[in-house]
């Protein structure tokens, strides 16, 4: 397991394979494209932000998982990384148009529509589009200080987080039953 954050390496992997389709077809460097949120810096044309995180349980409460004979780990945690997409509005010397802007949207919508799912530790996470209603888009960039404009959606799963946590379980070395009879005829 790498020491590198799973988080930093989804994202990376998220923007590495962006910058492979938009630059330089529609970007013309890889700093144009940045793992930031909506008005942190001005110096970027196409932003990509984790505006949310939810726990993904597809068969109920994880297990935990056997280390050795006595040794149990904590369940791993099963995520789900939910990305905007967008393009930076308050890029230096207004360069950013409504032309551009579609054009950029364009561009990642498509590189998403065609992307393979990336591989973390031996584990694929899937790249999928995220329905948002217009409600919930309001009020995510309303959260942000940001009114709201045109984005994409993303979720990235599952995105698995490794428990820390390790409990020892002696095995069990003697087990005793006592069983009586129901009943008092004897039968």
């Given at each position: 397991m790498s020491e590198e954050p799973i988080f930093e390496r989804i994202g990376n992997l998220l923007l590495e394979r962006l910058r492979g389709e938009m630059v330089p077809s529609v970007l013309n460097q890889e700093d144009d494209l940045k793992l930031t949120h909506p008005g942190a810096e001005t110096d970027y044309r196409f932003g990509v932000f984790l505006h949310d995180i939810e726990e993904v349980r597809p068969y109920g409460p994880p297990s935990a998982a056997r280390v050795a004979a006595d040794t149990r780990r904590h369940p791993d945690r099963l995520l789900a990384l939910h990305f905007l997409l967008y393009a930076n509005r308050?890029?230096?010397?207004?360069?950013?148009?409504?032309?551009?802007?579609?054009?950029?949207?364009e561009s990642a919508m498509r590189a998403v529509h065609s992307m393979e799912p990336l591989e973390v530790d031996g584990q694929e996470v899937k790249v999928t589009f995220h329905e948002l209603a217009r409600n919930e888009k309001t009020a995510l960039w309303q959260s942000l200080s940001s009114p709201l404009q045109p984005a994409a959606y993303l979720t990235l799963e599952p995105v698995r987080i490794p428990s820390t946590r390790i409990r020892r379980t002696p095995p069990v070395r003697e087990f005793q039953l006592t069983a009586k009879r129901k009943g008092g005829d004897g039968k």
């Open positions: 308050k890029v230096p010397f207004d360069s950013m148009s409504a032309l551009d802007e579609m054009v950029l949207l």
